[in-house]
Structures are given as C-alpha cells and as structure tokens.
C-alpha cells in the first residue's frame, strides 16, 4: 500500500477497521459512522441467515455520503438490505423453503444504539468545534459525562496510534487519493522503528541496529550540533599537528566521521516529517503531536537502555536501505 485509490482504499479501510482522524472533525467522522451502520445492517443481514452485503458497495454508499449527507447514505444501505431480503425470500421459494426475511423496524431495532452514538458524537464534535486550545486542555483533567466525551473524542487517534501494534496511518493528499504513511508498519517484509538486529558481546562490544527516523533522533539535538560544532573547530587546529603526533591524527579522523554522520542524520531529518510539525500552528493538535513524537523518542532511547547500549557516532555508518 502506498498511493491508494479513495474507492479501493475504503473497501481496505473497512476490513481494518474503523478510520479515526488526526483532528476530531465532523467530515471525517461520518465516514466511521457510514462504517458503523454499513456493519451494523450487514450484521442483521447475517443473524437472518441472508447474505451480507458485498463490501463495494461502502463506495457508492460514500458517494451519497459526499454529495448529499450521511443520511442518504444511510438510506441507500437500508434500501440495499431490504433488497437482499427479497431475494433471499425469492430464492428460497424456488427451492420450496421458507425464508425469514428483514423490514424497516427490524433494521430501526438493530441500529437503535448505533442512533444514540451518532447523536452523541455529533454533538462532542460540535463543542468540540467551539473550544479553544486550553478550553480543550482543560476538558483532559475534568470528570463530567460531557468533558470525558470530548477527551476521548479528542485524544482517540493518539489512544489508537499507541494502543495498535501495526498502525495504518493515512493522509487525503488530494480528492481521489490516500498516501499510506510509514508502510512498513503495515508490511512485515520491512523493517522500522528501533530494532536491534545482532549484538556481539565481543571486545570492543559491536551491535547491528536497524532503524529509520527513531534511530536518528538518538543522536541529534541542538546541544549535540552545538558540540560537534565546537570540534570541527578544534579539527582544523589539529590539522597543523597531523604530521607530528599520530594519535592527535587518529582523533582528527574520528572526529571527522562524527561531523559527517551528523550531517547525514541532519539531512535525513530535514527530508522526514519531524521539522514538519514546526510548520504546523500552534494548536491543541500540534501540542498532542509533540507529545506523541517526544514518547516515541523515548520508547526508542530504552530499547538502547534495556541492552546497555550507547551509540558512538565515530563508529556509526549511514546505510541507504533504498539503493
């Protein structure tokens, strides 16, 4: 999954599960509501013993999701259940048996709790809408009905992202189109994150870590560039001492390897999406993905502290795992 088609990424969609946005928005929202109910009926369908109906048709559900309103689309999937009863009972007459079929109530009946959720999420989504960012904050330390909706309302994707062990992440990058970000959480063949791919209790101790970003963040920092800074400076006076004193030429070398991984790493980030939040404004989002970002810089730094590791630039190497 990369570049994703909207009508083939929702029949995806769907069979993962319910889609959460970053942002807790009504647009985005109906689409796991139109999830819900698509469920809920095929549900029905299936207690009745009558076929399900087939997923594709979550696609021209959506497309009365998006030119009408989540209503008609509703609708079209009631209508479509109704229909599937008919044939089921049409089908079984013809083989002289007794089919059970669906209504109307019986479909109100099987959505009536769906009904109550969906009256309750649009109207957390509207507060929502209405709050500002430290009306928000404050919701998150508060225990009433209505402020506990809103914390989980607001917090659901970042609940979800540390709760699921193989996130699906997507982004709208245009009308038509998702972009599946950070695919190898969700293929198995790819590696990511942290992970320690061999260790050798040797002397020296030498490991073999794999990882992308996370490892990265391990090694920057402002007050590391500021370091690092400082002895390319000193560098170029050692340079004049070279030619006397081989240690001083063996430190110029490994400081030199520092300096150039450190600019690699730099480069890499500047290229991810870790200075993208800096672009975003100041808001309750933004405050939660800094959040986010700074508990998976530390999950990444214990796996280093569970195994006693500590990484040395002068003896790190940049891999490109794409060439």
């Known amino acids: 999954m990369n570049i994703l088609n909207k009508k083939s990424a929702l029949e995806i969609f769907y069979n993962i599960g319910l ?7 009504k647009e985005y929202y109906e689409i796991n509501l139109l999830f819900q109910h698509f469920k809920k009926v095929n549900s029905l369908l299936t207690q009745k013993k009558i076929q399900p109906l087939r997923i594709k048709l979550i696609n021209e559900a959506h497309d009365f999701l998006t030119s ?4 008609s689309a509703e609708q079209f999937i009631c209508e479509c259940a109704l229909e599937q009863s008919e044939k089921s009972i049409a089908a079984a007459k013809k083989k002289k048996e007794e089919k059970e079929g669906i209504n109307q109530e019986d479909i109100d009946k099987a959505l009536r709790n769906y009904k109550k959720e969906k009256e309750n999420t649009y109207a957390t989504l509207d507060a929502i809408e209405h709050m500002s960012r430290d009306e928000l904050e404050d919701c998150l330390t508060k225990n009433d009905r209505a402020s506990k909706r809103i914390k989980e309302k607001s917090l659901s994707f970042f609940t979800h992202f540390d709760k699921v062990a193989r996130p699906l992440v997507c982004i709208s990058i245009s009308e038509t189109q998702f972009k599946v970000l950070g695919r190898a959480l969700v293929n198995k ?13 040797n002397s020296p101790l030498g490991a073999i870590i794999e990882g992308g970003v996370a490892l990265a963040q391990l090694f920057t920092g402002e007050k590391r560039a500021n370091e690092l800074h400082s002895i390319e400076l ?3 006076q050692l340079d004049l001492e070279i ?3 081989t240690l001083k030429q063996e430190k110029l070398k490994t400081t030199m390897m ?5 600019q690699e790493l730099t480069t890499l980030i500047h290229q991810s999406d870790i200075k993208t939040i800096e672009q975003i404004p100041d808001s309750f989002t933004r405050n939660r993905l800094q959040k986010a970002y700074m508990r998976e810089d530390s999950n990444s730094r214990q796996v280093m502290n569970n195994y006693g590791l500590h990484l040395e630039l ?7 795992a794409k060439a």
């Open 19 to 25: 889609p959460i946005p970053l942002q807790a928005n």
């Open 68 to 71: 009408s309103s989540l209503e």
């Open 189 to 201: 063949k790819e590696q990511t994150g942290l992970e320690l791919k061999e260790i050798k209790k």
């Open 234 to 236: 000193q560098s170029k």
């Open 243 to 245: 030619k006397r004193e």
């Open 258 to 262: 520092e300096i150039k991984v450190e």
């Open 314 to 320: 002068g003896s790190t190497s940049i891999i490109d």
